[in-house]
């Protein structure tokens, strides 16, 4: 087999960062061809170079041995090149077949682009009703949708960057499947992830990157988790476990009958949760994302004052009635899924971005004014301590990686000194650095007295963190189960919606 | 299908550019100015020596660049603070003739009054006038849920024909041989100019005043840190807990009680009494003046002054070009459309294919 994609000493820099230094390797066609690296390796910057989106400073692409100039993806897309996004773009009230005809970049009506969709569909096993809109699907069909999507343009090359990020082991597992036909049937995929297992199972051969450059490009048959990521990081992961489950007395929080009724059908309502939460507890909450994690943190954090029965008891008062700013100020802290635009401006430097979540606090204004020095101080002190990667507190938070942001948001809300701290999909879609380092610290913080919960749909995450689980399902949260002991086949049996 | 254009946003915008681009938009205004005049068979150069440089040669000239600078600037101040928060407040010209109306209303109600403090209270209400005008959209869209550009545009007029009922009604001057004006307001009453025999008045210390208080507010207090995360995110606000709805009121309030002032100055200043045509649609010209600006305090008061001299450059070009001085909307308009255009090229990339 010939390669089919070759990449000849690639260099793109931007300022104070070298993001691909010297890049070359060579892709095989046919195969599953895996990229591995930290966050802010080079892995994204490298497939964004290949799919026309970044321009390289010097180097040369070749496809099929012939020198390619890809100024766009319009042109990638020409040359069989196609990508599937972790974040999906696609449009919420239209149907599926209606988001597939947008893809398109020839003139096809829409009943021909059905019949070419659904044998695509019947071929490969996508489980999708090109006739209902996306916001009945799931984000594991959401996902088969920019899969089908890439297909139609009949791709020689499928760039697919960190895929199972959002996916239920059941649904990874179909994913890889469909993977293997794709490439069975000629296709190559390129492959960016930064979970150990799901390289050796699914890649056959994979590239590793560290700081921009390639460490080296092997064959994954000979390869287990501990040597791919010790060749990813350089040095060993340690698991964060955590300590067991001993004397919880004293009571944190006590939600009681949480329920809503809203007619919008865009949001789940909510169905009588109750949850328990002791001193010093990390508490899980499992499930399939859309099945009410997004209305129950908004609720939590009390935005858009979203009306709600039920008790929120945090100490033994009740805060059903208190704004998020008065929420903030009892030391109940929140770090929430989406980073950027929400949990963090990022157009607006990281100090800016400390006083965005930490202006209830008294010793960072003075009066009306803002007290820079203070905050200033403070950036720098989370920056240190939490191993965030920039320059300076000056940089706008829109520059940092991803993993980087979430290490400072986190450690913003840590170095506040929460007694509660309630985060949404921690680690989602950051490098196992970064990911590793933030287990790290929740569970440290934990056996400092202070209480967690965990929103997430990466169950190994809770279960190498957590003290207790639940799932959530259809808006109803299952009873907790007790992670020591934990019983995995009724914890899916929870995931699919089967408990009282 | 098949696009003509197509247009992608750029990874990195350049920050500098966005404060050039003013520059290249008034470069450009004059650039295809200079074809208005050509096919109004005029040789530009003349033209625009006539349009903006003759205005401004003699004192008189610059103190009448400083006299329709002043409200401008304010009023543009003002709308900053909505503008930022991403509250779209056109109502500016009603809010600066209900502060005339207040404001004035007070001279006329004390016509005899000799006391220092008739002008500070003239002053005052002015302020709450506006204020209160604005208040109204405020109220709507936070309780209604309306949309503020159509309100406040539609209070404009009725602020309009209230000035309309007062002057042909209950104020008019009845030594004024039926004409639609008020009487004069009593001297103290009026707004003391800052060099005698010329009109630039006191308003002038007033616009510096609110820039840099704004610029104080913008860039050291809590207050101007919420305008700008709600400006860029309102989930991050949200997060933040910072509270949209008093911030729609508190910008609405702001950027109201400074139109009102403006209002006030234009009619206990310049023209000292109340009549119909009170404005020469500052309100409406001082969103320009905003965003040609920038938002920034220090920009407004520039782009106060550029606009300001089309203002003159229209009238000097109806008496001896012989064109009507709507050619000087024509040239607001241009620096407008060319701002915009430049702010897209800035932020897009634009593919023609």
Known sequence: MQSIVEFKNIHKSYPGVIANDDVSFKIREQSIHAILGENGAGKSTLVKILYGHVKPDSGEILINSDLAIINSPSTAKNLGINMVFQHFSLFESLTVAENLILGMNENISLTRLKKKSKTICDKYGFNLNLNSPISSLSVGQRQSVEIVRSLLNSPKILIMDEPTSVLTPDEISKLFIIIKNLVKDGLTVIFISHKLEEIINLSDYVTIMRNGKVVSTITTQNEDPETLGYKMLGYKVSKAKQVSDINFSEEILNIKNLSTQSKDPFRINLNKINLNLKKGQIFGIAGVAGNGQKELMEILLNENDYEFSGDIIFKDSNINDLSTFQRKSLSISFVTEERLGHSAVPEMSLSENIFLSMNHKSEFKKGDFINFEKINSYASDVIKNFNVDTPSFNVKAGKLSGGNLQKFIIGREIMSNPELLILSQPTWGIDAGSEAFIKKTIVELSQKGVSIIIISHDLDELLEVCHRISVLYEGSLSNPLNVENINITKLGKYMGGLFD | ?353
């Open chain 2, 1 to 353: 299908m098949v696009f003509l254009i197509r247009v992608q946003l750029r990874e990195d915008y350049s920050n500098l550019i966005f404060y050039l681009s003013p520059l290249v938009a008034v470069a450009l205004t004059l650039f295809f100015g200079s074809f208005i005049f050509l096919i109004l068979d005029l040789s530009p150069i003349e033209s625009f020596k006539i349009f903006f440089i003759s205005p401004i040669s003699n004192s008189y000239g610059i103190s009448e660049l400083f006299v329709k600078a002043t409200p401008l600037a304010i009023i543009a101040l003002g709308l900053s603070y909505c503008f930022k928060n991403n509250i779209y407040n056109i109502g500016a010209e009603g809010q600066l003739t209900m502060g005339a109306i207040f404001g004035g209303g007070i001279g006329l109600l004390f016509n005899d009054s000799t006391s220092f403090f008739l002008l500070p209270l003239m002053i005052l209400f002015g302020a709450i006038g506006g204020a209160f005008w604005a208040t109204i959209p405020a109220i709507l869209k936070t309780k209604f849920n309306t949309n503020e550009i159509l309100t406040s545009l539609m209070l404009t007029y009725v602020a309009l024909y209230i000035l309309d009922y007062f002057v042909v009604g209950p104020w008019k001057d009845p030594a004024g041989y039926g004409l639609p004006k008020s009487m004069p307001f009593p001297d103290a009453g009026r707004l003391p100019v800052l060099i005698d025999g010329l009109r630039v008045h006191i308003g002038v210390y007033f616009a510096l005043i609110i820039c840099l208080i704004t610029y104080i507010i913008y860039n050291k207090t809590l207050f101007g840190f919420k305008l700008k995360v709600t400006g860029l995110s309102s989930k991050a606000s949200q997060y933040a807990g910072f509270k949209y709805k008093n911030l729609i009121f508190y910008t609405f309030i702001i950027s109201g009680a400074c139109a009102g002032l403006a209002g006030l100055f234009e009619v206990s200043g310049p023209i000292g009494l109340l009549y119909r045509d009170i404005s020469p649609n500052y309100g409406f010209t001082a969103i320009i003046v905003a965003f040609l600006g920038r938002l920034n305090p220090f920009g407004i008061i520039l782009s106060s002054l550029l606009i300001a001299l089309t203002y003159l450059g229209a009238e000097d070009a109806q008496l001896f070009l012989k064109i009507p001085s709507a050619v000087g909307f024509v040239f607001q308009g241009l620096v407008l459309f060319f701002l915009l255009g430049t702010d897209f090229l800035n932020k897009y990339k634009v593919f023609i294919k």
